[in-house]
């Protein structure tokens, strides 16, 4: 499945303020069966969603409408728990480019990359700004510039800077994955075994 190439983005976000969210909250064990990432964005945080009737929780976040957006703003440790992929399927699925947290599990953290989804770790202080601001007003707009490495509070130019992988950056923006990468690089790879 191609990934998309990443540069800036500039989106309202969905606040999540719970700590300690963990992969089978994000995406239940049972949803585990398929292969393919078709169908998780319908079951990111299922059992935190819908009854035991498959109704809708009505105080849920994401079941609010005057909350949208492609960034999810998450409380610290975001992603713990069991190494699944399926995780990173759940919240692209849905529409989420972007994480936001204090924390992030280092599999978690890896399987977003992967998957052309931005985790941005940010300070506790900040994080707090950043759920403050979404309080005050459900429309706030945030800038993600993954080039300069900045995430801004688009009212008040309030930013801060993120940490990327120099590699996981590179293919971020030009919507690489692991093979592509490779493939782009051929040449060099050819001309390095030609001169062993």
């Given at each position: ?115 052309g989804i931005l985790p941005i770790t940010v300070s506790d202080e900040f994080l707090a700004t950043i759920f403050s601001e979404i309080e005050g007003n459900p429309k706030a707009e945030f800038k993600v510039d993954l ?50």
């Amino acid at each position: 499945m191609p990934v998309a190439k990443f540069e800036q983005l500039i989106s309202t976000a969905v606040p999540l303020p719970i700590e300690n969210v963990d992969t089978d909250q994000i995406i239940p064990a049972r949803f585990l069966k398929a292969t393919t990432r078709e169908g998780f964005g319908d079951n990111l945080f299922r059992d935190w969603r819908y009854d035991k009737n498959d109704q809708p929780i009505a105080d849920f976040i994401l079941n609010n409408p005057i909350y949208s957006g492609e960034i999810l703003v998450g409380g610290k440790n975001f992603g713990c728990g069991s190494s699944r992929e399926h995780a990173a399927w759940a919240v692209g699925g849905a529409g989420f480019k972007v994480v936001v947290s204090s924390f992030f599990a280092d599999i978690f953290k890896g399987n977003a990359l992967n998957n052309g989804i931005l985790p941005i770790t940010v300070s506790d202080e900040f994080l707090a700004t950043i759920f403050s601001e979404i309080e005050g007003n459900p429309k706030a707009e945030f800038k993600v510039d993954l080039k300069n490495q900045t995430f801004t509070i688009v009212s008040s130019g309030e930013n801060t800077s993120f940490e990327i992988n120099g590699y996981k950056k590179e293919c971020m923006l030009n919507g690489y994955d692991d093979i592509d990468y490779l493939l782009n690089i051929k040449d060099k790879i050819q001309a390095f075994e030609a001169a062993m």
